[in-house]
Each structure stands twice: as structure tokens, then as C-alpha cells.
């Protein structure tokens, strides 16, 4: 169950070769940075070979930089940036020569399998939506994060991709992490809670009480409701909620810890035995920050679209990119995408409802 | 800013003796530390009068045991309890002598002024909207939250007493969440935040777009939408949100804050290093706990009923007790009902909305 990025690294290739748009601007970590990564990754991995999109001048200078050299990599120029705080649309229309623009084009066209980015995360859902669009029988493409809360994995969708849900795309949601977490962090039959504000049937809002219902006569391995504390103690593999609950409880965990890091680093400064009993827990220390990690199984894919989308964090370092593309990789060569849409027309209810 | 329990005990009195129904019954807590924290009560405020509801048998052996004696304490006999798993209203109704019936009924009739509760949260919301009714004008009562965040309060509405908000509600919270931040935590003119998934206009779901336009139009010191990190950097003094999510939010911190706490005291044994180190750093760990502590400032106060309901955490010790009566006692005294009252009634929109 305890998946690590190691392991997964280490399993054997089960297709043929992947090509990985991987999206070097953007976000908040210097590009060189971010090609460092893409060079590692295809060090690492040799069936892969890699379209850097940014601008080319840029990324030339970066490559040169760390001097790496490789025939499997190819610099695809993105001359314009959208911004993280820019509006999707209006930005996808205004910079059709944007890395996101332009990576999830080099999918819909097949010359990629699959597209990495840390870019505006509303832009590369859009861009993936209306360029590759949904896959049959998918109401509303949700983002799943895979998180490692603690020491395991738990996959959170939706993350922020549909901040208005309907009931039918938690169950979609549901059926589609399932896959993901069998399929790409080896949890057989994954056990599927439903993020709520009391673990009885009958708690929480509309929504929740409508999806519950669907959850339970679905094929999946449905536990119920789930509260929050459950997640901290592995008390399921995939956290069933709306995209508008899990932005915001992502975003609290994130800032939660960041907070409290910053606050022992503070304190610390206040007293000498505070510094030197830090200093003697500072392996301890080094984990804290990873309790709540989003880069660790690289990256969150958006599930539901017809091809592979990974939406990695703003700060996502080399390490990051790395994991993410050894994501994208499985993803592609373990066709992840085709067992998700079986698993979809497999579900009558969740082929038949109307959206 | 940064008002401390003890800064909101030394505030001179502002009215007359405050007659408190505490339920001393239901919760994680032994009663007998509930009746401590009941007598330290009436020791610290003399002008306060205490009706400990609870099985009288019960709560006279702890009275014995704890060797309190007073003529401000008077013990209402409610033998049943109602246990935090039950539904509320069928609760209610199958135990009419429990602490929660009970103890809002005593406010109901006049003989009491404030209701304390660490019980079942939905039972004493619905017992107080149904034997209370809701203030004029206000259309959905809200559970408002007073959080320590760090080092500064935070007034979170609404944490859970309607999971299917409408805007009308959001900016009702807001309202009476100000006026409450305003007379007991002392915060003048609060910072109102909407919490969202990105601060622009226009972000989140379909209620937060209709919200924020109500809330800006108020009289409100609206600062617009927030995300978490703000709320962890004293960004603002109220956050409005949905019950659902605030319920969410509410246990997901404290879930995560004490699984953090759990973590580093299962990794301390690993090392003698870190015992030693952390050792070293015991009294700023013992903040840790507190980084969002619902305990502090006392309880939730049930905002837009007709009488003064307080809700504690079910954890609620002596210490969260005595402040809870704390906090009821000034709620009485500076008449904050009253304020909220008038607020609603000044504000043009929450007046008039249709419901």
C-alpha cells in the first residue's frame, strides 16, 4: 500500500515509448530549474522523450546552462506566458502561442501523448476541455490530486475543475480516482469515501446526500462518508468531494503547514534551547513540510478528457517535474485512460444519467 | 487586536448579574471537570449565577467531590442525554428532559439568559431555533466560530448550522459575525473576507459570485474574496462561508493540527535526539496545539436566534467551560443580541431579501 516514488520508478515498462509535452514557463520556480528536471527525467527514463514548451531563446540559454545533451528532448517555442492570476479563457484566446496553448495543441494534433504543466491550472483544464474535449460518457472532467497525507497515498477529486457540482460527476469522480489509484499508485480496490461533515447517512448538504445514494449502488468499493480525521488515518484511497471544497481544503492544508513552519522557525529564534532542540530534530523536521505533499506522486491529472493532462503545483520544483513526468509515463504507457473509460461505460448509472 | 482571555475577563461589567444555564451533561469530558470549570466560573465573575443541567444525582456527587459550595449554583435535574451521534430532532423530541431540551427551555421561559453547551452541535442549534425562534429579519441562523489562528482571533460563520447556504445567509453571517467581533473580541470595524478559491472577482463557485455582489453592496468592511493562506496571515477579521465548508474546514484543521502533534510524538521516540531536542523545545510545542484553537475565546455562539446559545467544542475542558461562561456572560451584558438585531435591521438588503 505504501507506494513510494521509488518503487514506482522502478516497475517495469509496459508500453512503448511516451512523448511528453512538459510546460517549462510559468509558475513560481526559475525556469532553469524546471529544465533541470526535464533533464533528469529523461536521464531516468529512456523510453521517453520529451517537447519542452517555453521560450525557445530561454529555454536554449538554460539548456546550455546545465549542459545537458540529449537526443530526446526538443525545445517547442511558447513565446508568450499566461499569467497564474490571468482569466483561462480570455488568456487561451489572446496567447494561442502560450505553453499551455500550445502543449495541449501538440496532444490534440498526436504529437504528444501526454502534457505536463505548473501553469495557471483553470487554463490548462479549459485548454484541455475545449482542444482535446471529454471522453464519452464523461459529464465533467474533475482534477485529482494524488496527496501523501502523513506516510500513504490519498487521491482528493475533485481539486477545483468543477467548483459547481452535480451528483452524477462525484460518482464519475469516484469511478475515475478508482482507476487512477489501482492503475497508478497499486492500491487494489481502492476504498472510496465521500468527504462530509458526519459519517451517519443522511449528514451533510444536498449535494452530499444525493451522491451518497449514487456512490452506494455504484461498483465501487464505496465506504460512506468520511470526516476530515479519517483522511489523516488511512482511512481511505480515494476522497470523493466537490471541486470548490477540495481547492479550499487543499489550500488550508497548504497554508496550514506552511504556517506552522514558519512559526517553529520563528519561535526558534527566540530562545538559544529552542535553536539547538530544533538542530537535534532537524531530520524529524525535514518531513514536517511533507505531511500534506502534493509532488511526491508527481502531479494532479485531469481525469475525463480524451488524453493525459498532469497539473503539477506552481512551485513544483526539478524533483517535481521529474515525478511528474514518471507520472505522465505510466499514465501513457499503462493506458490509464482507456481503462477509465471502460470503467465509466462499465457504471450503468453513471453512462446513462443525464448531465 | 490581540485580545487574550484575561483582557476580556478584567472588562468591567456592563450590566446586571447574568443568570447562565451550563449543560454540564454529553461531550468527550468527564462531567466531573465540566463542574469544575463551573464553579471556577462563578468564582471568577460574581455577578454570574449558574444553572448546571445534568443528572442531579450525578452532578451532586461531583459537586461533592470537587468541595464547591455557593448559593450561585442551582442544579436542574436532566436525566436523559442526547449523544452526539443522534438526529437532532428526533432527539429532541424523544428526550424533552435531556440538557439540551431542557436548558433551551429555561431560556425559552425567561429564566435563564444564556445556554452553555459542549453537546450534540445539530440538537442545540435545532432546539434553539424551534423553542427560540430566529432574531427579525434573519433568515438562517449561523454558528460563528471565534478561532485562535496563530496569535490573533479569527471569527469563522458559518461552521456548520446551514449546510445549503444562499447569499442571503452569507451576508447575514457577515453582518452579525462583524457585530460579534466588534463587542466581544474588541476588533474595531472587522475585515469582512469571503472565503474562496482565488481572491479576483468572479472567482469560485455560483454562490460565492452572488455573495461577494451582496456583500460589497453592504455596509460591511468587505475586503473581498480570501483564500486560506490569508486567513493564516491576520488577513481578516471574519471569514463568511458556506456551513458545509466551514464545517469542513473547521475539522480539518484540527484533525490535521493534532495528527501533526501524534506524528512528532511517535517520531520523537525513534531518537534519543529527538527526545532531547524536542524536550528542549517543550514550552513552544505546548503552543502548537493552540495554533487553531477553538477553546480560547470560549465557544460558537448560534448568531441570529432570540436568546444567547453557546456552543463548545465536545472536548470543552474546565479551562473551555469557564471561558464559555465568560464569553455568555458578556454576550448578555453588552446586549449583543440587540446589536445584531439593529445591524440586520440597518442593513437595507438583509432586510428586505426574500428568504
Not at 47 to 58: E, H, I, T
Not at 257 to 266: G, M, N
Request: proline content about 4%; hydrophobic content about 45%.
Amino acid at each position: 500500500m505504501n507506494t513510494t516514488a521509488e518503487q514506482m520508478a522502478a516497475e517495469p515498462d509496459s508500453g512503448g515509448p511516451a512523448r511528453i509535452a512538459v510546460d517549462i514557463s510559468g509558475g513560481d520556480v526559475p525556469l532553469v530549474e524546471r529544465m533541470a528536471g526535464a533533464f533528469e527525467a529523461v536521464e531516468m527514463y529512456r523510453d521517453v522523450s520529451l517537447l519542452l514548451c517555453g521560450p525557445a531563446d530561454k529555454l536554449s540559454e538554460a539548456t546550455q546552462t546545465i549542459g545537458a545533451e540529449t537526443d530526446r528532448t526538443r525545445i517547442v517555442d511558447c513565446p508568450s506566458e499566461i499569467g497564474m492570476h490571468e482569466s483561462p479563457i480570455q488568456a487561451l484566446r489572446q496567447k494561442p502561442d502560450s505553453s499551455i496553448a500550445k502543449g495541449v495543441q501538440l496532444l490534440a494534433e498526436g504529437k504528444a501523448d501526454a502534457f505536463v504543466s505548473a501553469g495557471n491550472t483553470g487554463a490548462v483544464a479549459a485548454a484541455a476541455i475545449l482542444k482535446l474535449g471529454r471522453s464519452e460518457g464523461v459529464h465533467r472532467p474533475g482534477i485529482a490530486a494524488p496527496m501523501k497525507v502523513i506516510d500513504f497515498p490519498v487521491v482528493a477529486i475533485d481539486v477545483g475543475a468543477n467548483v459547481d457540482c452535480k451528483p452524477i460527476n462525484l460518482l464519475q469522480y469516484g469511478i475515475m480516482a478508482s482507476v487512477f489509484a489501482e492503475e497508478l499508485l497499486n492500491i487494489p480496490n481502492p476504498r472510496v469515501g465521500l468527504l462530509n461533515i458526519g459519517e451517519e447517512i443522511n449528514k451533510g448538504n444536498e449535494l452530499s446526500k444525493q451522491s451518497f445514494e449514487l456512490l452506494e449502488s455504484s461498483k465501487l468499493n464505496f465506504i460512506g462518508n468520511v470526516e476530515p480525521k479519517v483522511l489523516f488515518h488511512h482511512g481511505c484511497d480515494v476522497l470523493v468531494c466537490d471541486g470548490f471544497v477540495g481547492n479550499i481544503v487543499l489550500k488550508f492544508s497548504e497554508s496550514l503547514v506552511l504556517r506552522l513552519v514558519e512559526w517553529i522557525r520563528a519561535g526558534v529564534q527566540d530562545r538559544f534551547r529552542y535553536k539547538l532542540g530544533i538542530g537535534l530534530c532537524k531530520s524529524l523536521f525535514s518531513h514536517l513540510r511533507h505531511c500534506a505533499d502534493f509532488t511526491e506522486y508527481g502531479g494532479a491529472p485531469l481525469l475525463g478528457v480524451n488524453g493525459v493532462v498532469i497539473i503539477t503545483h506552481g512551485a513544483t520544483d526539478a524533483y517535481g517535474i521529474r515525478n511528474a513526468v514518471r507520472e505522465a509515463r505510466s499514465f501513457v504507457q499503462n493506458h490509464v485512460g482507456e481503462h477509465i473509460a471502460k470503467a465509466i461505460r462499465d457504471d450503468a448509472y453513471a453512462r446513462s444519467a443525464a448531465d
